[in-house]
């Protein structure tokens, strides 16, 4: 490069996401490690590059996932597990566009109806931009210090989000002890997601998903003395499923811009 000539900007904003999340999320240090989170600021920098992208920048149309009439089972790190589904349901597509081990970048595509399991995002932080439609998100913390219940091996957690988004919406972010970092989905009408996870899951190094199943709080009984402040509605047991979960998702074609690493 010339002396005095500024670097040539990003070709896309993928490519920009990208260098960005480069500079701002380090690789675990060791094995099953996860680096703590970055700064607020970084990750107020990532979030508004998301709010700008669209469908078309990651060569999508507004209604790619209700054209996507195809079937079959696509199981990663990230889908170990959730209850049967009708035969006649559409998959959810996944569009892989980069991945290491201090980052991905991905897109879901739900068809109308569609549901992402309660799962939680262990050591991770998460940035996840509705591209186009609308869904229902459901999303808790854990109480700390850590409440089990009585009867059951299900532990208490906080209610964070339980609304319907509609696209153009904010970025969401979660954090690996706040921010809703178990949540679920599910599609209002055919709707696609941009996902940023730091770091990825990963079974080799111990970081796996676990899905929840969650009860109302008045359904159970903690094991001691447990107070809550404000609403119990606002407030849930989880339990962890440990059957195996298939949920219906196939791999897509991603035919947006590349990634130049």
């Excluded at 070709?11 to 500079?23: F, T």
């Excluded at 508004?48 to 009439?69: F, H, K, Q, W, Y």
């Amino acid at each position: 490069m010339a002396w005095g000539v500024p670097p040539r900007p990003p070709s896309s904003k993928v490519q920009a996401l990208y260098e960005l999340c480069k500079r701002t999320f380090p690789s675990p240090s060791a094995a099953g490690a996860s680096p703590s989170p970055p700064p607020a600021d970084a990750v107020r920098s990532i979030s508004s590059l998301m709010d700008t992208i669209t469908p078309a920048d990651v060569g999508l149309r507004d209604d790619n996932a209700e054209d996507d009439r195809g079937h079959g089972f696509f199981e990663s790190n990230f889908l170990k597990g959730s209850a049967r589904v009708a035969r006649w349901a559409q998959p959810i597509t996944y569009l892989h566009i980069y991945e290491c081990d201090a980052f991905s970048i991905g897109i879901f595509c739900l068809p109308t109806s569609a549901v992402i399991p309660l799962h939680d995002h262990p050591g991770m932080t998460v940035l996840s931009k509705l591209l186009y439609g609308s869904m229902h998100v459901k999303s808790y913390d854990w109480i700390e210090p850590t409440v089990l219940a009585s009867t059951q091996p299900a532990r208490l957690a906080e209610l964070h989000t339980d609304d319907v988004r509609t696209a153009p919406c904010p970025t969401s972010v979660l954090y690996p002890q706040s921010g809703g970092n178990m949540h679920c989905f599910t599609s209002v009408s055919s709707c696609a997601v941009l996902d940023v996870l730091a770091p990825p899951y990963s079974e080799d190094v111990g970081r796996i998903c676990t899905y929840f199943h969650d009860y109302p709080f008045s359904s159970l009984s903690a094991a001691g003395q447990t107070k809550i402040a404000g609403n119990p509605d606002s407030y849930a047991w989880l339990e962890a499923i440990n059957t195996p979960v298939n949920i219906y998702m196939r791999p897509g074609m991603y035919t947006g811009p590349k990634v130049q690493t």
